[in-house]
């Protein structure tokens, strides 16, 4: 459980105070904290008798940052690599279905410890690792984005510039975007020493801006 506000109420204020320092430096601020399902799976559980009163307790404790977060008059970025990652560690030798279940009581929990939080507040961001491996074992998006599209968020944070999974901006023609929803595009690989050319970030920025539909919903 959460023991004290004061850890979280704390580092929003320092980041509010250097916000203020450089007023205009930053279109919008956000902070991120975990999801349930990365802390269930970084510490594992030798206390709780299943995996879902693990990840209610979890999410319980969480559901206090997450709205400290909010109250401060950030946005919520809850990081949840979990929610693809897991499918090639702790899921790779079950069904690909076990892990889309896993995938759902994890957005289930989030769910619940967003109750008080307004989903327009509110991103999740999904990724495989920043592993500079052959991610050939990665769960394709299109057997998971399903169940990511049951959280109650505001947008999606996904990375569309590594070449195992720059293509997949395409997953939302046939998984479209709810009405108020906005798509955080990645379009910079970080696990590469090239840097890529401005044109080759502007095609990809028009890629993802073409299936939404809609410009002023990707980021």
Known sequence: RYLNHR?????CRHFKAVLDQNPGAFVEPFMSAPSPGILAMAVRNEHYDTLEAYLAALGAALKVEYEAIVKHGFLLQVDAPDLALERHITYKDRPVA????????VVATINTALANVPRERVRLHVCWGNSESPHDSDVP??????????????????PFANPRHAHEFRCFERHPLAHDQILVAGVIDSLTNFVEHPEVVADRIERVAAVVGDPSRVL
């Open 7 to 11: 850890a979280i109420d704390d580092e």
């Open 98 to 105: 076990a892990f889309v279940g896993f995938v759902e009581q």
């Open 141 to 158: 998006l299109e057997d998971i984005l399903p169940a990511l599209q049951q959280a109650k968020v505001g947008g999606f944070v996904l």
